[in-house]
């Protein structure tokens, strides 16, 4: 086995071992915090129960179980959408947020920025295998919103090219469940 195939096993041994850990600081189970994890990323068309099943591989009902518990706990709220009466957008509350605090992402966040190299690179790297990964398993991609093959940018602002609708500067760095990648551009001799 490649070498870099057994770090990613170690690492994510070692980060399912913290959302264990934060979960049960808070008298959770690990997948509601890593539901409230997502919530804190998502855009507005992914703030939904479907795309929480999508980005996590698991069932409607075990999703539902999760927010009843989260809801119960004023963790999170349910909000309609404007436009679409039936959809309800899940909100975190202030508690919510503060589950969050010091979290592992917090800490991985922290020793990525203690790195001596340019994470750029790394980020790129792991994007483009992930992107292979889900591919091979048949999920959808999820992205960061900026990074999307629909993402325009015009004199008045950002839009997304799926929708026709304008992003707000905040939703533009948010995961997406409709991310599509970017199609990459031919090189050029100079
Ligand atoms: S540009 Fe892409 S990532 Fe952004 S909202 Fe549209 S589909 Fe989603």
Redesign the pocket.
Known sequence: MNTVSLLIERLGALIQQSVREDAARHGLLPIHIQILHYLAQA?R??DLPIAIADYFGITRGTVSQSLAVLERKELLIKEPDARHGKRLHLKLTPAGIAVLDQSWAERVEQALQAQPHDTAMLDETLRSLLTALQRLNGQRAF??????????IEKDG??????G?P?ATE??VRL?????APIPQPLHDV
């Open positions: 855009n068309y992914s992205g960061v919103c900026r990074q999307c093959a629909h993402f325009l950002a839009r997304c090219g799926l929708t609708e992003l939703q533009t997406c469940r409709e991310w599509t």
